[in-house]
């Protein structure tokens, strides 16, 4: 419940935000690689049993970044119904998320290619790297796939950190 009402509070002020600005046709290319960042306090609804910030709360949490990227993203082409879906997610968690504790979610976009886009997750409390996400999506509308060309991504854009986890993604997919 707690994740909704933060989604909710999220989407309506970030659309009054937008309402103020008029949509472009295209996009400058650096401004796709804007980090979205927001911190969020840790509240009784995030904990797990372990009194700390359970792992599936952290991709809850990326759910909201990338939702505001892509909302404003959107916005700004003039395709204010795209959506995503998740093809694969990996986390490397350093140190725990405690009770109360401020944290800070970094995501920046990574890259993309003619299919995927990719985003790199840093979440800190105060200073301290606490853990590290990458997540791969693919875009969609009500039609279908919608290809990251749509958004004014030419080419591909693959990074040495994409390359290498698409590898290891193709090892684990590799042994069925």
């Known amino acids: 419940m707690?994740?909704?009402?933060?989604?909710?509070?999220?989407?309506?002020?970030?659309?009054?935000?937008?309402k103020q600005q008029s949509a472009a046709s295209s996009i400058d290319p650096e401004q796709l690689f804007n980090p979205?960042?927001?911190?969020?306090?840790?509240?009784?609804?995030?904990?797990?049993?372990?009194?700390?910030?359970?792992?599936?709360?952290?991709?809850?949490f990326?759910?909201?970044?990338?939702t505001h990227?892509?909302?404003?993203i959107?916005?700004?082409?003039?395709?204010?119904?795209?959506?995503?879906?998740?093809?694969?997610?990996?986390?490397?968690?350093?140190?725990?998320?405690?009770f109360f504790d401020?944290?800070?979610?970094?995501?920046v976009l990574e890259g993309w290619d003619g299919k995927y886009l990719y985003f790199q997750?840093?979440?800190?409390?105060?200073?301290?790297?606490?853990?590290?996400?990458m997540t791969k999506f693919v875009l969609m509308n009500k039609a279908g796939k919608v290809v990251p060309e749509t958004l004014g991504m030419q080419d591909q854009h693959i990074t040495p950190v994409i390359d290498t986890w698409n590898g290891h993604q193709g090892a684990i997919k590799s042994q069925e």
């Open 2 to 18: 707690n994740m909704l009402i933060r989604f909710f509070i999220m989407m309506t002020l970030l659309k009054s935000q937008l």
């Open 36 to 60: 979205v960042q927001h911190s969020y306090r840790v509240l009784p609804h995030d904990m797990g049993f372990r009194n700390h910030l359970p792992n599936y709360r952290y991709l809850s």
């Open 62 to 66: 990326i759910e909201l970044n990338v």
């Open 69 to 72: 990227w892509l909302t404003t």
């Open 74 to 98: 959107g916005h700004q082409v003039g395709m204010n119904d795209l959506m995503w879906i998740i093809s694969m997610q990996e986390m490397v968690y350093l140190k725990e998320i405690k």
């Open 102 to 107: 401020k944290m800070t979610l970094k995501s």
């Open 121 to 133: 997750h840093h979440f800190f409390v105060k200073n301290t790297l606490m853990a590290i996400g």
